[in-house]
């Protein structure tokens, strides 16, 4: 089984947000980038686990995106991918991006594609079940357990009300959910290795991007916190009744 | 022409997220002048009064077991909807099914999808902007939708829901789909108390962090929770700890909600919490230190030792209930 991990490039989770260019682009100066949690910590940790077990033959992580993420390229490869493949392209539209995801994953023959439920930057959970549509392959979404035996999977999934243990054959596309995997911090072997592993660089597919971003605002903050002290709980009530109207 | 609404039923009921997006596709519906078409499966023969009254004029009800289990022939059951109905907008809600479904419908109609609208989309022609959150709920993104289909699946909780005397026109909906059933349930894991809303849906939501100390202390979280009829949420490091389940977790990695009232005791509010819980309506923090962050984003707080505070709070909250009857 060769395993694909999709992952993408995100500022880390402390980043300053700011907007450039008339608040339609996103201000990267001075923000570090990382791999998105969800893509690291559990699809691509699961995949690295379920090839030392010997369940996969291979572990190749996919980013599509510019020459800028080099770096998260290779913390992937450091975490133990055996190659990466750079789709060079700019990552704005889901659509775009599963396309390209897709096309790569059937050219080279993958059965299990993995990522992360959503990225931190544009929270959309839509990639993964948009590639699973375009390959006609199952999806699984928010899986918080993935075990392997031979062709058939077993998952644990989140779903409304509760979680679910679900079956399903390869070929199919995966998203990872917390609980997958525990993160892992890169060993100096490992970072060292990654200088020499391969990075493929290819050129998009074909395909039209379906939305695009018109503007960015920063979501106003609450401004004063009314402080009640704790022999005037009664207020408190009061207030979210009265001037909240939530109660 | 149409906008066609997907809805779904649980525990005997059309969902609450649904009916929220019924009501959203019947503003857009008045502005393109089209009618409401709703899907439903409806395998349990629910009652579907409240999908008419929510505003739609014409339900389409299918039957069919396999779409419960795979989202793929959900997704089929859907485009064929669409196409039948000649949709031009699509909605979906973004919750755990729509987040699997909306994106693989839209792929495969080739439409473009907006994941998780805030408001309503602005209209002019056949241009469509939607805003939605972005950046982990720190900023909104107005989109462009440029494909002549438009998908948009709504944020539970983003709107009230408004039902009126309207009915709607049933009529039944199987289609012969070609996708195989490929994913097998097991076995199903209920975490659901069936007393409040799940966390996700939940209006009123009761959250506790480390500052707790330990599972053992969780009493007086579900006693104030049960006061006020909240569902209970919880910090990372006490879904880690398994001193809560991790179906409770709320923030960047777990849960995002936005509920009316969101009260948070002993969790410091760093900024991976507040990610998933910023966009709720009203904040109130219960710290026993004063420059605890989360006071910088909260609406009331106060400032003590949650041992003492919140078994107060749960007597004013039943003395407010008592006067409330
Ligand atoms: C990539 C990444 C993702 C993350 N995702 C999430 C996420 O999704 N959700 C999340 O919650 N965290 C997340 N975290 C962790 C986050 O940074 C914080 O560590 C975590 O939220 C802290 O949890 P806490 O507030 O419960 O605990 P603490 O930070 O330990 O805070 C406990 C609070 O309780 C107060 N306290 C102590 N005793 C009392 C008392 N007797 N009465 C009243 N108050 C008291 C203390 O003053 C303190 O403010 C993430 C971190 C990273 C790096």
Request: glycine share 6%; proline share 4%; with cysteine.
């Amino acid at each position: 089984m060769k395993i694909l991990v999709a992952i993408s490039n995100v500022p880390d989770t402390t980043s300053k947000i700011q907007f450039t260019e008339n608040d339609t682009k996103f201000n990267s100066a001075g923000v570090t980038y990382i791999i998105n949690p969800y893509d690291e910590w559990y699809a691509l940790v699961r995949a690295l686990e379920l090839k030392e077990t010997g369940a996969a033959t291979q572990v190749t992580i996919l980013h599509v995106g510019l020459t800028d993420s080099e770096a998260t390229i290779r913390k992937g490869l450091a975490l133990g991918a055996d190659d990466a493949v750079r789709v060079d392209a700019d990552s704005s539209d889901a659509f775009f991006v599963a396309e390209q995801i897709a096309n790569y994953a059937k050219t080279n023959n993958y059965e299990l594609i993995m990522l992360g439920k959503e990225t931190i930057n544009y929270n959309g959970s839509s990639v993964g079940a948009a590639v699973a549509g375009l390959l006609d392959y199952p999806f699984i979404s928010l899986a918080t357990k993935l075990d392997a035996n031979g062709k058939t999977l077993t998952f644990e999934q989140d779903v409304d009300g509760g979680s679910q243990i679900i079956e399903c054959d390869l070929p199919l596309v995966v998203s990872a959910a917390k609980g997958m995997a525990e993160q892992r911090i890169p060993n100096m072997r490992g970072i060292m290795a990654a200088r020499t592993k391969p990075l493929t660089i290819v050129a998009p597919t074909a395909a039209q991007a379906l939305t695009s971003i018109k503007s960015f605002s920063l979501n106003p903050g609450r401004t004063t916190c009314k402080m009640i002290t704790e022999d005037n709980i009664a207020e408190l009530v009061t207030l979210l009744h009265i001037e909240a109207k939530v109660i | 022409m149409s906008v066609l609404v997907y809805t779904e039923i649980n525990k005997g009921q059309v969902k609450k997220s649904s009916l929220e997006c019924v009501n959203y596709a019947a503003h857009i519906a008045k502005q393109l002048n089209l009618p409401v078409v709703a899907l439903v499966n409806n395998t349990s023969g629910a009652p579907l009064t409240d999908i008419g009254n929510a505003g739609a004029s014409k339900i389409l009800q299918a039957n069919n077991q396999a779409a419960l289990s795979d989202n793929a022939i959900a997704s089929e059951l859907i485009e064929n909807a669409a196409k039948s109905e000649n949709a031009k907008v699509i909605i979906f809600a973004f919750d755990t099914s729509g987040k699997a479904i909306a994106p693989r419908a839209a792929a495969k109609l080739k439409a473009g999808l907006v994941a998780g609208a805030i408001d309503y989309p602005v209209i002019n022609g056949t241009s469509f902007e939607i805003k939605k959150n972005v950046f982990s709920g720190k900023a909104s993104a107005v989109y462009t939708i440029l494909s002549e289909v438009k998908v948009i699946s709504l944020l539970p909780n983003s709107f009230k829901t408004v039902l009126a005397s309207n009915s709607a026109q049933i009529v039944d909906f199987n289609p012969s789909l070609t996708t195989p059933l490929r994913i097998k349930i097991k076995e199903i894991k209920s975490n659901d108390s069936g007393e409040t809303a799940p966390l996700p849906e939940a209006e009123l939501v009761v959250s506790a962090g480390r500052g707790l100390k330990g599972p053992e202390n969780w009493g007086i979280i579900e006693e104030l929770a049960k006061s006020l009829g909240a569902t209970t949420a919880c910090s990372r490091p006490v879904a880690d700890m398994h001193w809560r389940p991790h179906h409770e977790h709320v923030g960047q990695t777990g849960l995002a909600i936005r509920p009316n009232l969101y009260i948070a005791i002993g969790i410091s509010g760093a900024i991976q919490h507040l990610a998933g819980v910023n966009g709720s309506k009203t904040i109130v923090v219960i710290n026993n230190d004063k420059e605890a962050p989360f006071f910088k984003s909260a609406d009331y707080g106060i400032v003590g030792d949650a041992f003492s505070i919140v078994p107060k709070l749960i007597e004013e909250i039943k003395k407010f209930k008592a006067n409330q009857n």
